[in-house]
């Protein structure tokens, strides 16, 4: 594996509007140039539904060893109402993986896409860091007297030291690293008392490590009040599994919605992962309306991981023209299609080589 010379990704569309946007972006990959080598695979639920595999024996395994970083589409689809494949490749990917960083940055590419009155591209701009491998996504819980009237169900939110401090420090290192002056640690501390008196605590014992970043903190409903009201007072926001979850939506709407928002999920060193926020889309799935932007933007977002860096800009640039010319899909008002809008960013870039 010529790893630091040509860069290997592990490339998974999965399901409904992933196996649209992910090819797509694949070809604006290929036509950056960059020095990447990406190797399909069919984790998903058409696998599932014929042979009943999710993770391959030994599977995760076999990607950190192989590849460099792993390119996700999304996983979600009705004819496995458990979800149980999701389950198993993304969240198994995300904890296996210890990927625990998801990192979703908030960009505002052009006023037109913003549902705020008057908001400019520079009120929105800012970036989410999700912990990714705890929380009441650990599936710890239980029912008893399952299906009788006196049934009970628990769901655990579970938080180390070790997650909470890690994801933290990530934080602050992420603010530094990209002239950021501010870290917003976001809980419901008031009410949650145990886990937040953790993460109050670790961010107060990291902070003074960083002199030069402001730390913030704020409950995370008055978060989402401060998201729509006044966005541009944001930086870098640190935060628990499901409130990132949640916030990121709410985000992707600030963004254009869900066809514009791209994520990292990353533990730094090792193969990480990279996928748009949406999910598999179903009702609009084969059609050729997905924004395949969200997609793109992850892949400039994989790369520039990986050490491309000018690749990874002329992607970015290629997507900031496509929306300023408005060659761009339905849900953020134009009038292309997936295919139509991807080569046109394919070959605008192309052409600026
Ligand atoms: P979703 O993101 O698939 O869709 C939410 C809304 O956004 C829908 O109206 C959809 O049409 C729209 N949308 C999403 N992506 C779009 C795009 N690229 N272009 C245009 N419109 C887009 O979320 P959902 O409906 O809650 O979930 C559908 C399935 O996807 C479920 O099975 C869910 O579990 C799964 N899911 C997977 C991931 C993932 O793999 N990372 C993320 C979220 C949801
Ligand atoms: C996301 C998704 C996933 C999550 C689902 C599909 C499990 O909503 O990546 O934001 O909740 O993390
Ligand atoms: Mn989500």
Same mark, same amino acid.
Do not use: F, H, I, M
């Given at each position: 594996m010529g790893r630091n010379i040509v860069n290997s990704s592990f490339c998974i569309t999965g399901d409904g509007i992933g196996k649209e946007v992910i090819p797509q972006a694949v070809k604006v990959i290929e036509a950056s140039g960059a020095a990447v080598a990406l190797t399909d695979f069919d984790w998903g639920a058409d696998r599932y539904l014929i042979d009943g595999t999710t993770v391959p024996p030994d599977g995760f395994a076999t990607l950190a060893r192989n590849f460099d970083a792993i390119f996700l589409g999304a996983l979600g689809d009705?004819? %496995?109402? !458990?979800n149980i494949h999701a389950k198993e490749i993304l969240l198994g990917m995300r904890f296996q993986m210890d990927l625990y960083a998801n990192v979703r940055p908030v960009k505002?590419?052009? $006023? !037109?896409?913003?549902?705020? #009155?008057? $908001?400019? !591209?520079?009120d929105v701009n800012f970036t989410v860091i999700r912990e990714n491998t705890? *929380? %009441?996504? $650990? *599936?710890i819980g239980g029912n008893f007297k399952l299906g009788t009237a006196d049934e009970v169900a628990t769901q655990e939110d579970i938080n180390t030291r070790k997650g909470v401090e890690r994801v933290i420090r990530y934080a602050f290192e992420y603010a530094r690293a990209n002239g950021r002056k501010k870290v917003l640690m976001a809980d419901k501390s008031n009410v949650m008392t145990y886990a937040g008196g953790l993460w109050q605590r670790v961010f107060q014992e990291v902070a003074p490590a960083f002199p030069e970043i402001v730390p913030q903190h704020m409950y995370v409903d008055a978060l989402c009040l401060q998201m729509v009201r006044?966005?541009? !007072? @944001?930086d870098v926001i640190v935060t628990n599994n499901m409130f990132g979850d949640i916030i990121t939506d709410l985000a992707a709407a600030l963004q254009g919605g869900l066809g514009m928002a791209a994520s990292g999920n990353i533990h730094p060193g090792r193969t990480s992962m990279f996928e748009p926020v949406h999910g598999s889309a179903p009702p609009i799935a084969g059609k050729n309306l997905a924004n395949p932007m969200g997609a793109i933007l992850s892949s400039a977002m994989m790369l520039a991981h990986l050490g491309l860096n000018a690749e990874a800009q002329k992607i970015e640039a290629s997507v900031l023209a496509a929306v300023r010319e408005k #060659?761009?899909?339905?849900? %953020? *008002?134009? $009038? @292309?299609g997936t295919q139509e809008c991807a080569g046109w960013i394919g070959e605008w870039l192309a052409k600026r080589l």
């Open positions: 009705p004819r %496995v109402p !458990s505002l590419l052009d $006023a !037109s896409l913003c549902p705020l #009155k008057d $908001a400019t !591209s520079d705890e *929380g %009441v996504y $650990a *599936g006044e966005p541009r !007072s @944001l #060659k761009t899909t339905g849900d %953020v *008002g134009g $009038a @292309l």
